[in-house]
């Protein structure tokens, strides 16, 4: 039996026979409601370059909707309706279409540092190389970092500054082993120490 907010009336009669009579009939009227069901969670996923399918499209079941997709870093969001026997049990438009909401989150990757931490003062702005690999074949990423040009012990924190070819955005990555430690030595000063 479907659900139905009008009433479905059931007739129950008696039985045939000497001890039941017409006046023994029952008339009764039942409402059948919406079985109530739990409104739909969507799990997370990481960022690959390519189009990633975040929601399954239903058209049948317990509710319809649409496919969410999405690429770069981010939430995407689309409405989960309930079909008719159905509705949320979890939230307040227990009939209505409820916006459901997914997310694409950033790729992790680490930074890697050259391996020279300490430099002679010559004037220039000096530090650590740093580099990162975006274990995306067609993403390459450009890295910056703080320098430092007098002598003294500094630490250095790398940056994406860009990102060629996919998608072609820094957003779509978060980062790790971001600082390293240097130093700049004035070379008058350690000569001088040295003697």
């Not at 500094?154 to 240097?182: H, M």
Request: with cysteine; glycine share 8%; net charge positive.
């Amino acid at each position: 039996m479907k659900a139905t907010t009008s009433a479905v009336t059931i007739t129950v009669k008696a039985g045939n026979g000497t001890n039941y009579s017409a006046a023994d009939n029952k008339t009764a009227s039942v409402t059948v409601g919406r079985k109530g069901v739990a409104f739909p969670s969507c799990s997370s996923k990481t960022y690959t370059a390519a189009s990633q399918t975040l929601f399954a499209a239903h058209t049948s079941g317990e509710y319809t909707n649409s496919a969410i997709t999405g690429t770069n870093v981010g939430s995407y969001t689309g409405d989960l309706t309930p079909t008719s026997n159905y509705q949320w049990n979890t939230t307040s438009n227990k009939t209505s279409a409820t916006n459901v909401t997914c997310k694409i989150n950033p790729k992790s990757v680490a930074v890697t540092w050259g391996s020279t931490t300490t430099f002679t003062y010559n004037g220039s702005a000096q530090a650590p190389t740093a580099s990162v690999t975006t274990g995306i074949s067609a993403e390459t990423m450009s890295i910056t970092r703080t320098t430092q040009t007098n002598a003294g012990s500094y630490t250095s924190t790398a940056s994406c500054s860009s990102v060629s070819g996919g998608r072609g955005k820094c957003g779509n990555y978060s980062f790790t082993n971001t600082t390293k430690s240097f130093s700049i030595i004035d070379p008058i000063k350690y000569y001088t120490m040295s003697l």
